[in-house]
């Protein structure tokens, strides 16, 4: 929809905007995310460590946690665009779940690409390629975690002030035990001899933090500053859409929200529990529906329009602790209630197979899932009904409220004809 020309007009001509601000725009947040990035408190950490970096004067070991969403990878790329516009080396490896052995190969292939050293200039006068290592090569690297750590210390020494940004690292839980060893004990190696003028940063969901603290203990020891993201707070949710609003208005606004009611943008943080990915496509939901209808202001109608169908999943979660909340959630959303493998279901909420298998287990136990002859795990039918239940009691009760406010409206009607013609 925010792509048709059609569209792209309606936006301008109802709500003021060029487009749906709040539609992900994957370029931008990887060329240019300050324009989009909102600081929270907890960002204070971030400057002086990079000016720091960037002055040549000290060494950080950065780690920043939070939810799915929150935010994590936003930051890598702030760091990285201040970097770049520094004219300093920046490193970006985007971690997958995949085999341990072609982590570490492409990271070391991305720090030998960006190696600068005497060496390599010769390599490449004497054998006509530089950015590439030969099998033998690789090899002897990958031999031991220290000799992989040496590659990645010497390519950040040859283009000082230069960082490393590794993002969702836990996804290394997902290889087999020696790898995971291998590649925890090769950073340890980078952050005991990276030089001044360098960062290591790393991003991590909040419980795999627990545990890559709890299992490399040398590692952590070794950290010098956590950016735990929190839910945003309501000023902190208002500074973020404002930001995405500023980008694309097409006409002057009295509020930063532009056409967003501010209660609009308080309600839909409290329901996304201040999670900006879930908050940003709420609201990219609202715009729309708001010039589907020609609706020149985004208010507390067309919020409640949208919710309307996730009242009853809403209420269930709520229902539930906060330790399997999210877990559930995944459940329900990503995979439609299941049946889903535990590997499945552990890469989404970013946790190791053995801990999601307990977790699941647990929520087994008290009846919130069952497995199938297959081993998968899936909501029962019970509580699908349960939720079935809430959507037509929700559906009744806004029904009962309408016709409420018809006869109210009739009445008020009738009162005013009444009174034109006693006034006659």
């Not at 390519?155 to 590794?166: G, V």
């Not at 501010?262 to 609202?286: D, F, H, T």
């Not at 009846?367 to 559906?395: A, Q």
Request: glycine share 6%.
């Amino acid at each position: 929809m925010g792509t048709s020309p059609y569209y792209v007009d309606r936006y301008s001509s109802i709500l003021g905007l060029s487009r749906n601000p709040f539609t992900r725009n994957p370029l931008l947040e990887e060329s240019d995310p300050i324009r989009i990035f909102s600081k929270q408190e907890s960002d204070s950490l971030l400057e002086p460590l990079v000016d720091e970096a960037l002055s040549n004067v000290g060494s950080s070991f950065l780690v920043i946690t939070g939810s799915t969403g929150s935010g994590r990878t936003m930051r890598l790329r702030v760091i990285s665009q201040i970097f770049r516009e520094n004219g300093a080396s920046s490193m970006y490896y985007p971690t997958e779940p995949m085999i341990g052995q072609q982590i570490v190969e492409e990271i070391i292939l991305m720090a030998y690409r960006n190696y600068r050293g005497v060496d390599k200039v010769l390599k490449k006068t004497i054998f006509g390629t530089s950015d590439q290592l030969t099998k033998e090569e690789m090899n002897e690297i990958i031999s031991s975690a220290s000799n992989a750590g040496k590659v990645v210390v010497k390519s950040l020494k040859s283009t000082r002030p230069s960082c490393i940004l590794l993002d969702d690292i836990h996804n290394v839980f997902f290889t087999d035990e020696s790898w995971i060893f291998f590649i925890f004990e090769m950073i340890r190696e980078v952050v005991s001899n990276m030089p001044e003028g360098s960062i290591l940063a790393m991003t991590s969901g909040r419980e795999a933090f627990d545990e890559i603290e709890r299992r490399f203990p040398a590692l952590s020891s070794r950290i010098h500053d956590i950016i735990r993201v929190e839910p945003l707070r309501d000023h902190e949710a208002i500074s973020l859409v404002s930001k995405r609003i500023d980008l694309v208005k097409s006409r002057n606004f009295q509020s930063p929200l532009g056409p967003i009611d501010q209660e609009v943008v308080v309600e839909a943080n409290k329901i996304a529990s201040g999670n900006p990915a879930k908050l940003l496509s709420i609201l990219e939901r609202a715009v729309d529906l708001a010039v589907v209808l020609g609706k020149s202001t985004v208010d507390m109608r067309i919020l409640e329009s949208i919710m309307e169908t996730e009242g009853p999943l809403l209420e269930f979660l709520s229902s539930l602790p906060a330790d399997i909340r999210d877990t559930m959630e995944v459940i329900i959303r990503k995979f439609n209630g299941g049946p889903v493998s535990v590997g499945d279901v552990a890469i989404e909420i970013e946790l190791p197979v053995s801990k999601t298998f307990s977790r699941l287990e647990a929520m087994t136990a008290k009846n919130l899932l069952k497995r199938d002859s297959s081993g998968n795990y899936l909501v029962p039918e019970d509580i699908i009904g349960r939720m079935k239940e809430v959507k037509e009691s929700l559906i009744k009760e806004k029904k009962e409220k309408t016709e409420k406010k018809i006869d109210e409206l009739r009445k008020k009607s009738l009162d005013r004809i009444m009174r034109r013609l006693k006034a006659k």
